[in-house]
């Protein structure tokens, strides 16, 4: 039970350089997300898919585009990396509408950039 | 807008003793869903606890309970014989309906709480 699979675990970028991180969920959740977390910081949200086909921006969308390739994918993209976005990457994952249903989280990406 | 706030950067706790976190929040909605995250060393977030605000039985599981007080809007988790295992920063987190744009159901974390069990 892969549950959400974040790829790659660690990256270290040059200042712009382009990267893209993958994220697969296999539990058929319909709504996929894309958080950063910081230090002193909690999770805040880059971007979002509430269904396959639909995106939208979060609280920090600014240096990302995402793209939710099918029901089970989501990535996210930096096209040119700056410091300012080294933190840890979490992909999340949630089945369905109903408020109470928890979101799944992946192992975190850390993305370090020089 | 929603505002989450957890006022205790660090906590430390004796083994097998009880040990309370607190969360207060701020909102205009008189609906939304509350959940405690904990991330263990390891990274990852694992989900503890949850409740519906409308409920007012405060949720339980095994050594984990929460202290739900709408009128106060706190909700602070209550862990029981503590364990090093419980050795985490713990988040507190809520789903605003207001926040929820096309259906996002969106997370607002707090900042976290750092918790040490001692042996």
């Known amino acids: 039970n892969a549950g959400v699979t974040q790829t790659p675990k660690f990256q270290v970028l040059k200042t712009g350089q382009s990267m893209t991180l993958q994220c697969a969920q296999d539990?058929?959740?319909?709504?996929m997300y894309w958080y950063r977390q910081d230090p002193g910081m909690g999770l805040r949200l880059i971007y979002y898919?509430?269904?396959?086909?639909?995106?939208d921006k979060g609280e920090v969308p600014n240096g990302y585009n995402v793209s939710r390739l099918n029901k089970r994918e989501f990535s996210l993209r930096l096209e040119s990396a700056a410091p300012s976005q080294t933190s840890v990457y979490f992909c999340?994952?949630?089945?369905?509408?109903?408020?109470?249903?928890?979101?799944?989280f992946g192992d975190g990406t850390r993305l370090s950039i020089l | 807008a929603q505002t989450v706030t957890q006022s205790q950067p660090e906590m430390s706790v004796q083994e097998a003793e009880t040990v309370t976190l607190s969360c207060t929040y701020d909102?205009?909605?008189?609906?939304?869903?509350l959940f405690w995250y904990k991330q263990p060393p390891s990274r990852q977030m694992i989900l503890v606890i949850r409740?519906?605000?409308?409920?007012?039985q405060n949720a339980t599981e095994n050594r984990f309970s929460v202290n739900f007080q709408k009128a106060a809007k706190s909700f602070s988790l209550k862990i029981s014989d503590s364990q090093l295992g419980d050795t985490a920063m713990y988040f507190c987190?809520?789903?605003?309906?207001?926040?929820?744009?096309?259906?996002?159901?969106?997370?607002?974390f707090g900042k976290g709480t750092k918790l040490s069990v001692i042996p």
């Open positions: 409740q519906e605000a409308y409920k007012q």
């Open positions: 987190a809520f789903i605003f309906t207001e926040n929820s744009g096309a259906g996002s159901y969106q997370l607002t």
């Open positions: 898919s509430a269904s396959e086909g639909t995106t």
């Open positions: 999340a994952s949630r089945k369905g509408m109903a408020g109470l249903q928890p979101q799944h």
């Open positions: 909102t205009s909605e008189s609906n939304y869903y």
């Open positions: 539990m058929n959740h319909n709504s």
